[in-house]
């Protein structure tokens, strides 16, 4: 692998991504890594002289783009963000060191704070619990989930992946988190929290609106939010090219562009 890690993420506010590459460097210190972009908006001259950085233009929806970033990356670990975070120092290090000390299916999850100017404060004590949430009750109640993750590279594409049918990267990470799960891996926490997000981005209605007419009717049905269902049901693993399957224009964004 030409990286230690791969970071991966959807991306469209431009204005933002200077700031989320410079909190890369004091945060992964001497590991190297690559910045992995993909969205519909070309990135600022910044970046034009950065060897680690990679984009592809592509106008799909966030859980498509992201995982077209995963099949472009070349690190021998993985992992991803919101172009609204900043790393904090030692951070993305931190999370490496302890992966070491990990078993090939066993993932780290990223803790994070969200909150206007970057101002959330830490999130509540077993926040990283499915049964702390109420949709996602239909796992054991030693089941965790990772709303932002590392993993090995290879084990994240052998399991599939995301799940594209979604169009947020939100549910599908959970989803994806209870195949980690099913599969014999374990989910750690990270030791330290790892970002911060700047919850007040004017594109958050897309998002709300494929969460409510998309996602959220979609994971009831896949995961049949009922007492008898047996989670199982859900296959591990996925086929890992299933973005393709995804529409190239994410409607709900760009309308019915050619």
């Not at 910045?35 to 990679?54: A, C, E, R, T």
Request: net charge neutral.
């Amino acid at each position: 692998m030409n990286y230690k890690v791969s970071i991966c993420l959807p991306a469209i506010r431009t204005n933002l991504w200077e700031n989320f590459y410079n909190s890369i460097i004091p945060s992964v210190e001497n590991y190297s890594w690559e910045l992995i972009m993909v969205g519909p908006n070309d990135p600022p001259p910044f970046f034009s002289s950065k060897k680690n950085f990679k984009f592809l233009k592509d106008y799909g929806s966030p859980a498509r783009c992201i995982q077209i970033a995963t099949s472009l990356a070349e690190g021998e670990l993985m992992m991803w963000g919101s172009d609204d975070g900043i790393f904090k120092k030692a951070a993305i290090a931190s999370c490496i060191e302890k992966h070491e000390k990990l078993n090939y299916k066993d993932v780290i999850a990223l803790k994070f704070t969200e909150g206007k100017n970057h101002m959330g404060g830490p999130m509540p004590k077993n926040y990283w619990m499915a049964h702390q949430h109420h949709t996602l009750r239909v796992v054991p109640e030693d089941f965790k989930i990772m709303m932002i993750g590392m993993f090995k590279l290879k084990y994240f594409r052998d399991l599939g992946g995301f799940d594209c049918k979604f169009e947020q990267v939100n549910m599908n990470t959970h989803d994806l988190s209870f195949r980690v799960q099913r599969d014999g891996g374990k989910i750690y926490e990270s030791d330290i929290y790892v970002s911060t997000h700047d919850f007040q981005q004017p594109d958050h209605k897309e998002m709300n609106n494929a969460f409510q007419e998309n996602d959220y009717p979609l994971w009831q049905e896949m995961y049949k939010l009922a007492p008898n269902f047996t989670y199982n049901e859900r296959p591990i693993k996925i086929d890992y090219e299933n973005w393709k399957d995804s529409p190239k224009i994410w409607q709900r964004r760009f309308g019915d562009m050619k």
